[in-house]
């Protein structure tokens, strides 16, 4: 029988289109599950499927959203959202190890490396284990158990579609694992994980501009905004991901550049799809 399930905020962006989780009717009246059927369809056609593609901006067909492209009002809608991301990250409202594998995979979708990189270790400092990542960056769906996959699940599809509608079979199986609290949270770190992506991704674009290979629809002014952006922010997180993992900062840093080869050198049956450097 449907349990009613506490109201929750899901502040929306002006204009953005996106299918909002408390936008949901079955959510917004209380309602809780699927039925038999969807529920053995998801099991069928969904684990253990390759999660479908969308439009890229990378020639390896990789999604790669960037400030650019950013929708009006998100940064004011996630600053409006700061109590909630207060209870997320300090208050650990969403277990610390589950959350940044959502993170992770949210980073993967947008084909972020350095977020990747970032969250990477932030998530063997909150006890994720190198085998967990290693069947994340695989999406091996055998690794985790249901509830967890079918966040994995439905947050890649959130971030490839541009914060947008997520197929009806991967919704559905989210909403029967969550209540709506924990919808919300879970979009609402996909949300910020997204914005993170956006900024990063402008950064490696400014790269390749110097580099005489442009990133189509990337603007030189918005490169330039995540470059600034990075020197205030990159020394603060690299000095807390060192804190976090006890690590040398030097030791941290040389690891990067192997990772990012390691990104690139992925197949399309990933986290992130096919890298530039994918030779299958």
């Excluded at 959510?27 to 390759?50: C, R, Y």
């Excluded at 009002?73 to 996630?78: C, D, F, I, P, R």
């Excluded at 030097?250 to 550049?257: G, H, N, S, T, W």
Aim: net charge positive.
């Amino acid at each position: 029988m449907p349990q009613p399930k506490p109201a929750v905020e899901t502040e929306a962006v002006a204009d953005d289109s996106e299918r909002r989780v408390g936008h949901d009717p079955s959510v917004e009246t209380g309602e809780q599950g699927v039925s038999a059927g969807q529920g053995a369809s998801w099991d069928a056609n969904v684990a253990g499927a390759a999660l479908p593609k969308y439009g890229s901006m990378t020639p390896g067909g990789r999604h790669y959203p960037t400030i650019a492209q950013r929708k009006p009002g998100s940064t004011v809608a996630l600053l409006r959202r700061r109590s909630d991301l207060r209870a997320i990250y300090l208050d650990r409202r969403l277990d610390p190890g589950f959350r940044e594998k959502i993170m992770l995979a949210v980073a993967g979708a947008n084909a972020c490396r350095q977020c990747s990189f970032a969250h990477r270790q932030w998530a063997l400092a909150e006890g994720v284990s190198e085998a967990e990542l290693a069947a994340l960056e695989g999406l091996d769906p055998d690794a985790f158990d249901a509830r967890t996959w079918a966040a994995i699940a439905w947050v890649q599809e959130y971030a490839r579609s541009d914060l947008g509608a997520v197929p009806d079979a991967i919704d559905a199986n989210f909403r029967k694992h969550f209540t709506v609290q924990e919808q919300a949270d879970i979009q609402l770190v996909a949300r910020t994980m997204y914005w993170a992506n956006e900024i990063s991704n402008s950064l490696r674009s400014g790269v390749k501009r110097a580099k005489r290979a442009p990133v189509a629809g990337s603007r030189v002014s918005r490169e330039v905004e995540a470059l600034l952006l990075y020197a205030v922010g990159a020394p603060v997180i690299v000095g807390a991901l060192c804190v976090m993992r006890r690590r040398n900062p030097v030791a941290m840093i040389r690891d990067i550049k192997p990772f990012f080869r390691e990104f690139e050198r992925r197949g399309p049956n990933t986290i992130s799809g096919p890298g530039e450097e994918y030779g299958g």
